[in-house]
């Protein structure tokens, strides 16, 4: 296996600098610090980020040996300044993109300079990467801090192998487009091999934003961006399950366990941690134990809630905010119900220790995890670990990805207080058998599914990817065969090109009328004319009439409507076969019901066929008309001599005997060839590729399955190789 780089916005260990103790080296806390904080250790790795202290608070000396201390632990410091760490962390990640990807648009703010800032800053990870990055290393990006870096370092290392994965969710189109900078974060993460999400609601949101506003499909989950095969894919997040499965066997939280026991005496143990977050539904909480209490006064100082809340982003106004609201929802509870003997909440401020957080979910009897919105929740899965073949209640969020996994626990919708309120109580009420079985399940599902499998089936497949555009990679056009064209061009007597139009020579356009040849691509198509040695014919799906408009070159054939219409040099236009049109009649009504049923597409009428085109209608409806047209033509042609073919963004209905391979087949005859050479890019033109002898060169624009030798990425790439061939033979 390559070395694996692991980078992310803070390393699994940060560095303090305290007067009179020097630099302080401490593990990092957070889910993936702690989760991949051994994992990574057992390969050949680095792991690049952040050590927690701005550039500012170390002397030169100091940065080298911070260098040194980190290089034994394999990480590799990201040193960035007071400001930019402000703008970029504080700012457009917690500020911005925090808020708008957890559907919080009220709290967005959109600022330029934040933008900046973070474009800077994923500038500077990228220096920092490049200075130790190899060829060959795997690549694996955490989280929303670095959406760019992706792409950055796709620009600088075409081949290597990155994966990326986000750790909070990925919202809705209808979210996601409120951004100003949004394409530039998607092209960002396009640059990775492989993205991974916790949930496929998550990938899904992703390929539809791509598709929206980049215009790029996905198909089985994978994207092609100018010639390389992105994955997209859901991989849960697991935890360490055998540690938190085995702590009741742990003397030290044996030790802790039994201390909390004494303190909460008999009363049955209700536990919430989060950090303070307005995503994690805290308040929705307070307000349900405050409901509890009142409707069910019975249960008065036969439960403690305990209430652990991790401070963060301190300084931050919302969290300010969030802090006084949540001290005096808990100052207003305990004084309204609690007594000399008992307060209702337990309320900690501050982050536990691991020994004593798992003593808690040991002990506890309940958790309530009801978070507004959250990519995973981890806690969810950690408190159910310590409950294997043990009795315990998880009482869950459906916005938590971790809902899609544990749908034994008791789901709640986190917006419905009186539905926390009856979820408490049945808790309280279900037997020990009922809470074993419901956790048996569940844990089974852990067991298999931990942190250690979710990091292994994560680079699996990005080797995977890797290995899928390495296959696509074997047909590229490498300067090696344009070698061997150019030479079997220049010594050939006899040459045939067969040239597709749209997709090909030109790029696709909105309109069919807006993809005119422009004056650079005529002047070529002359040059190759002009070599009498040349026969060049377009084999287009366009109709007569507009090509005949476009190219009015002597020695140039022109082929339309697929292969129905042929003009030849120095005649007229001829059809391969008598063709009728009469059918036109019973399926254009059809299609044009279609198109007012589907803002954004229009009819084109051919001589011999048909065209729905659909690429200025909104992609989702599409997707629906799409199919439900297609059902219906071929229900409707059933008995005529006519098929449907789906192209790029059309449904075209025509006669099933046209096709271009049927032109080429009848070319090849009528031009006897030393040379031939066919380009085209989509299925019309596998028709040509699967007719030519195997010493014909033939090449596919863009990646996908073909008959063609070759592939190549764009219709400028086609032009320079036309161009290139025109200069050999000067």
Not at 6 to 20: E, F, M, T, Y
Not at 416 to 421: R, Y
Not at 648 to 677: C, H, M, W
């Amino acid at each position: 296996m390559p070395r694996l780089v692991i980078i992310s916005n803070r390393l699994p260990i940060s560095i303090q600098k305290k007067p009179g103790s020097g630099i302080e080296y401490q593990r990092s806390a957070g889910g993936l610090a702690t989760g991949l904080g051994s994992f990574y250790k057992n390969f050949e790795s680095l792991w690049i980020g952040w050590p927690g202290i701005v550039r500012e608070g170390l002397k030169s000396e100091e940065t080298k040996l911070v260098k040194d201390t980190l290089k034994e632990e394999k990480c590799y410091p990201v040193f960035m300044g007071r400001k930019d760490i402000d703008r970029y962390y504080n700012g457009f990640c917690n500020r911005t993109i925090w808020p708008l990807f957890h559907y919080f648009p009220t709290y967005v703010k959109y600022d330029n300079e934040y933008w900046e800032t973070y474009k800077k800053v994923n500038r500077i990870f990228f220096d920092t990467v490049a200075e130790v990055l190899q060829p060959d290393d795997m690549v694996w990006i955490h989280d929303y801090q670095l959406m760019l870096l992706p792409n950055l370092i796709r620009e600088m290392y075409p081949e290597i192998a990155i994966g990326f994965f986000l750790h909070i969710p990925f919202p809705s189109y209808e979210m996601f487009r409120l951004l100003p900078w949004r394409n530039e974060i998607l092209i960002g993460l396009l640059g990775s091999n492989l993205i991974g999400f916790h949930t496929y609601d998550y990938a899904r949101h992703f390929q539809s934003s791509v598709r929206q506003l980049l215009g790029l499909d996905s198909l089985l989950g994978q994207i092609n961006v100018n010639g390389r095969i992105v994955k997209v894919d859901a991989f849960p997040m697991g935890i360490d399950y055998h540690f938190y499965s085995q702590a009741y066997k742990n003397y030290e939280i044996i030790n802790e366990s039994e201390k909390l026991k004494e303190k909460f005496g008999n009363r049955k143990i209700v536990i919430s941690v989060d950090r303070l977050d307005y995503t994690k539904g805290i308040i929705n909480r307070l307000k349900a134990i405050d409901l509890f209490l009142e409707k069910n006064p019975e249960y008065g100082k036969k439960f403690t809630f305990v209430l652990v809340v991790v401070p963060s982003r301190i300084g931050t106004k919302n969290y300010f905010l969030l802090k006084k609201q949540v001290d005096e929802m808990v100052g207003y509870i305990n004084g309204k119900y609690g007594s000399i003997d008992w307060i209702p909440i337990w309320y900690l401020y501050r982050q536990l220790p691991l020994m004593n957080l798992t003593a808690l979910y040991n002990i506890a009897d309940v958790a309530l995890v009801t978070p507004l919105r959250d990519g995973m929740n981890l806690v969810a899965k950690e408190y159910l670990a310590t409950k294997a073949e043990r009795k315990g209640v998880l009482i869950l969020s459906e916005m938590a990805g971790a809902a899609r996994e544990l749908g034994e626990a008791i789901i709640v919708n986190p917006n419905d207080v009186e539905a926390i309120v009856e979820a408490i109580k049945k808790a309280f009420l279900l037997s020990e058998e009922e809470q074993i079985e419901m956790n048996r399940t569940m844990n089974h599902r852990l067991s298999r599914y931990t942190i250690e499998k979710w990091a292994k089936e994560f680079l699996d497949n990005l080797i995977k990817a890797r290995d899928t555009q390495l296959e696509y990679s074997t047909k590229k056009l490498t300067k090696t065969i344009r070698n061997r064209i150019q030479n079997d061009y220049v010594t050939a007597h006899h040459r045939l090109l067969l040239l597709d139009y749209d997709g090909t020579l030109v790029s696709f356009a909105d309109a069919p009328r807006k993809a005119k040849p422009d004056e650079k691509l005529l002047t070529l198509l002359e040059k190759l004319t002009n070599d009498e040695r040349n026969q060049v014919v377009i084999i287009s799906g366009r109709k007569k009439d507009t090509l005949e408009s476009w190219f009015d070159l002597s020695r140039l054939i022109l082929v339309a409507e697929h292969g129905a219409w042929i003009k030849n040099v120095s005649a007229d236009w001829q059809t391969i076969e008598p063709l009728s049109n009469q059918w036109k009649e019973q399926i254009r009504p059809l299609i044009e019901h279609y198109v007012d049923w589907t803002p954004g597409s229009f009819l084109e009428e051919k001589d011999f066929s048909l065209v729905w085109h659909y690429r200025k209608a909104d992609p989702n409806l599409a997707d629906v008309r799409t199919k439900e047209l297609e059902n219906a033509l071929l229900d409707l042609i059933a008995n005529l001599n006519l098929g449907v073919l789906r192209g790029n963004k059309i449904i075209e209905v025509k006669n099933v005997s046209i096709n271009k391979g049927r032109i080429a087949s009848q070319l090849l005859n009528d031009y006897p060839t030393d040379f031939i050479l066919a380009v085209g890019d989509d299925y019309t033109d596998e028709d040509i590729f699967s007719v030519l002898p195997e010493t014909a060169h033939t090449i596919k624009v863009g990646i996908g399955s073909t008959h063609a030798h070759y592939s190549i990425q764009s219709p400028g790439d086609v032009r320079q190789l036309l161009l290139e061939l025109t200069e050999v033979t000067q």
